[in-house]
């Protein structure tokens, strides 16, 4: 049964990190740590620019749209907005996929 489900190797790696021998509880237990890793790594991106830039992103953003910073238009600038954005995007994806966890 557990082999039409995963292959015998992933089970074992599932059952090593997990010490649970049912796949149908192994599973789920490694997929919430794999997406709070995930989330754990976006928020601390997210934070590493808010902490450069002292502030928010929505704020960041308010001033990029509005002109209001000096090198807009910058190679770093750009791409931290990129970054940034998606950093946040991100935080916000796996934070609903672990709400949607059982």
């Known amino acids: 049964m557990i082999t039409e489900v995963v292959s015998k190797p992933v089970y074992q790696i599932l059952n090593a990190l997990t010490g649970e021998p ?6 789920p237990l490694a997929l919430k740590e794999l997406v709070r890793l995930k ?21 960041f953003k308010k001033t990029w ?9 910058s190679y770093e600038i750009e791409q931290d907005i990129w970054e940034w954005e998606a950093a946040v995007t991100d935080e916000e994806r796996y934070q609903g996929l672990l709400a949607g966890l059982p």
């Open 22 to 27: 049912r796949i149908e509880i192994a599973l």
């Open 39 to 59: 989330l754990q790594e976006a928020h601390q991106h997210r934070t590493s620019f808010e902490e450069r830039y002292s502030m928010d992103f929505a704020a």
């Open 65 to 73: 749209d509005q002109d209001e910073s000096a090198d807009k238009h």
